[in-house]
């Protein structure tokens, strides 16, 4: 069966700091990735998504940026965190149809 | 663009009694549309779609594209109901467009 995987599931860095989340799949090929932000009274926000290795894109502008090195890996980075860039980060995988699947997220607190 | 539309920030409804989750959209083509649900502690998952007409945990929601509405209900509410729900759409790309969310609680 298909599993996704996020790490770490908690991080507090300093604004300034540099970031990496890391997220697999497993049990799946060539899977749609996907990197969201979840913030209270504001839903979901899509920041990137991806359907092949090093096929990126973006959906909004940003502080962030997004790698795929890998099939199944997904890399949301930044070089300077700022305080605006606090919240939780959630990975999601589809294939084929429009279901995603989503990860067990990251809360990131920017201090 | 599309957008998604949940007036409802919470609903709170007393045990047994039937809840409706309002979601609305804008898109001028024919969407796919979703309802996502995680409750405490969990992971975000999908709940129902329109296309595939199902009950899932006694909740219905039928696609009115007059209205542009695809709420969410069920007749009678369960404690374990409480959680975030989020309406979501896709126009026929990879991409899914999600709601701010309504907190349901249901109180015993």
């Known amino acids: 069966s298909q599993t996704i995987h996020q790490w770490p599931a908690t991080l507090v860095q300093p604004v300034g700091s540099p970031l990496s989340l890391e997220c697999t799949v497993e049990g799946t090929s060539n899977p749609n990735l996907y990197w969201y932000r979840q913030a209270a009274g504001r839903g979901l926000q899509l920041l990137f998504y991806?359907?092949?290795?090093?096929?990126i894109s973006s959906e909004v502008p940003q502080n962030l940026s997004a790698s795929r090195p890998q099939d199944r890996q997904f890399i949301l980075s930044s070089k300077k965190l700022l305080l605006s860039d606090s919240g939780f980060y959630l990975c999601?995988?589809?294939?084929?149809?429009?279901?995603?699947?989503f990860g067990p997220g990251t809360r990131l607190t920017v201090t | 663009a599309q957008r998604v539309t949940q007036p409802e920030k919470l609903l709170s409804v007393f045990k047994g009694a039937p809840v409706e989750l309002k979601c609305n959209y804008s898109?001028?083509?024919?969407?796919?549309l979703f309802w996502y649900v995680q409750y405490s502690r969990q992971r975000l998952q999908l709940l129902l779609r329109h296309i595939s007409r199902e009950s899932i945990k006694g909740f219905t929601a039928d696609l009115n594209k007059g209205e542009t509405s695809f709420h969410l209900k069920k007749p009678f509410a369960q404690e374990e109901d409480s959680a975030m729900y989020y309406c979501?759409?896709?126009?026929?790309?990879?991409?899914?467009?999600f709601g701010k969310g309504t907190k349901l609680s249901v109180i015993p």
């Open positions: 999601a995988w589809s294939v084929g149809g429009y279901e995603q699947y």
């Open positions: 991806s359907v092949g290795i090093g096929q």
């Open positions: 898109y001028s083509g024919s969407p796919e």
């Open positions: 979501a759409l896709t126009a026929g790309s990879y991409q899914l467009t």
